[in-house]
């Protein structure tokens, strides 16, 4: 029943001053690629936003070129205040025009402006700030005296966070004295190109930033030149399991931020109405989009009905719609790729005996949408237990013990993410230094700050991002010669 309806409240997209095509960014100028075009959609309408640049392997080449040069000539000389002064008058840049950023964002990748403007934006430019200040204390890294900036970075990016996972990887990049060429993803090349004006708008010396468009064989000819001193992804297991192959023995720098499927556990002390909000945070937020999803509801047996009832309840109040509406809380899938893997898991949940209920909310016309999906009845051998599907829909099992609860969540071959929901801090303790997670959230879940380290075990990945650990990344100790190939 709806008591009250909400009139719409869409942002404006007038903000936004693209150009009818983009080329690629080397050398602090948009140039023609050498390969053919093609067009950005919003997932949510499927109509055209521009049209961007396929990069080609000399494209490619002229990237690597165009950073060398930047390293050698002109970043490596300055001194870290300097390169400090930068980032941070790119953060405030990114302050400045983060309205534009989070319209663009939305369109391009289909997430709701509600959450760009007040998860992804802020964090964006609070990556920028952080690193700007670590810029001329690198001696504090943990890396002993006068630690040394490895040369160019190579950086590939996924479409769930596109503008976030740049920042994540650029900020301390160039803190710590690194060029780098970035690849976005294909599907969300928006915000990475618009990032490329803001480091001409801050005055960034050419060819410190370049970034090229494509899909992944772009991103293939990036890890296989050999110009590259580090590697940094952010991505799929398969993709990136083919690029610690592709770089084993090259003594490039690698680090993986990989695939999850984190689990959320909640324990019969748990304040249930906040644990409610965050399950629903932590694998509603983004479509389900998010690689340290808790996509596994472990519940104590106890209270596995009132907490799925209570659940089902709320996302039945979720509003699934155009993303730039400010009350939309479920906007699009990415692409319509992604929406058939989700959809083809959770026909395999079916088919595998799970009981599955979605929210009955209306599903607009154009565009890619999935409405949020609970299955109860999942076995551990399921494969919505152990695959990562990438979308709004959770996976709800349950425990008797705390043993058991450690002994399931572990039972995974990732190792991203995990929740704990407890009013007893000696449990939360116990079990969070049990789960064989790389971040672990308790009586809150997706909560990121620049200054904590983030990362996995096993499959998800190796290496930490944020901190001082995502500092050290891009850093060699001072007696190790760097930046030379
Ligand atoms: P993906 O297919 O692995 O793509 C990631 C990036 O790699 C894209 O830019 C992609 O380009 C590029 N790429 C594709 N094939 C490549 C190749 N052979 N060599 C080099 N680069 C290649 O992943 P996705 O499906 O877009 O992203 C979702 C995955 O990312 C999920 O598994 C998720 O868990 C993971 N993720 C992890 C984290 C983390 O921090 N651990 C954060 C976010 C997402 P195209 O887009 O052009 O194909
Ligand atoms: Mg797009």
């Not at 409240?9 to 100028?29: C, D, Q, R, V």
């Not at 950086?155 to 994540?168: D, G, K, R, S, T």
């Not at 993303?323 to 939309?328: A, E, G, H, I």
Request: proline share 5%.
């Amino acid at each position: 029943m709806t008591f009250l309806d909400y009139a719409p409240a869409p942002e404006s997209t007038s903000i936004l001053n693209l150009k009818p095509s983009y080329g690629l960014f080397i050398g602090g100028k948009f140039v023609d690629s050498s390969g053919s075009t093609f067009d950005t959609i919003s997932p949510s309408t499927e109509k055209k936003i521009t049209t961007v640049s396929h990069a080609t392997e000399d494209d490619v080449d002229r990237a690597v070129k165009a950073a060398r040069a930047a390293y050698d000539k002109t970043w490596s000389k300055l001194s870290g205040s300097e390169r400090g002064k930068y980032l941070f008058r790119i953060a405030r840049i990114i302050q400045e025009r983060s309205r534009e950023l989070a319209v663009a964002e939305t369109l391009d990748n289909g997430k709701p402006i509600r959450e760009t403007r007040d998860v992804d934006l802020p964090l964006v430019a609070a990556w920028f700030f952080y690193y700007a200040g670590w810029a001329d204390k690198l001696e504090y890294a943990g890396l002993g005296p006068n630690p040394q900036a490895l040369g160019v970075a190579a950086q590939i990016v996924p479409w769930n966070f596109p503008l976030l996972m740049l920042a994540w990887k650029i900020a301390p990049a160039l803190a710590a004295g690194n060029t780098v060429v970035l690849k976005p993803a294909e599907t969300t090349p928006l915000t990475a190109l618009l990032f490329a004006e803001i480091c001409q708008q801050a005055g960034l010396p050419d060819g410190v930033v370049n970034i090229i468009t494509g899909a992944g064989a772009a991103g293939a000819a990036l890890v296989s030149h050999p110009g590259i001193n580090k590697l940094a992804f952010t991505g799929s297991t398969p993709v990136g399991r083919q690029i610690a192959s592709t770089l084993a023995g090259t003594g490039t720098k690698v680090t993986l931020e990989l695939g999850g499927k984190g689990a959320n556990i909640i324990f019969d002390d748990a304040a249930i109405d906040q644990a409610i909000e965050g399950i629903v945070s932590g694998i509603f937020f983004n479509q389900g989009h998010v690689c340290c999803a808790g996509s596994r509801l472990l519940v104590q047996e106890n209270i596995h009905d009132d907490v799925v009832h209570r659940l089902q309840k709320r996302l039945s109040t979720l509003r699934l719609g155009d993303p730039l509406d400010k009350n939309t809380d479920i906007g699009a899938v990415n692409s319509k790729v992604q929406l058939e893997r989700i959809t083809e898991l959770v026909g395999s949940g079916e088919g595998e005996g799970a009981t599955r209920w979605t929210s009955a909310c209306a599903i607009p016309e154009k565009g890619f949408w999935f409405a949020p999906t609970v299955f109860t009845d999942v076995h551990t051998s399921h494969r919505i237990a152990r695959e990562e599907i990438f979308g709004p829909v959770l996976s709800v099992m349950t425990f008797r013990t705390p043993e058991e609860a450690v002994a399931k969540a572990n039972n995974t071959p990732y190792g991203l993410s995990a929740g704990i929901w407890t009013e007893k801090a000696s449990r939360m303790l116990a079990i969070a230094d049990k789960l064989r997670a790389g971040v672990i959230w308790a009586n809150t879940f997706n909560k990121f700050d620049p200054a904590s380290p983030f990362g996995g075990y096993q499959e998800s990945g190796y290496g930490r991002e944020g901190g001082r650990h995502g500092l050290a990344a891009y850093l060699s100790p001072s007696d190790q010669k760097a930046g030379g190939k």
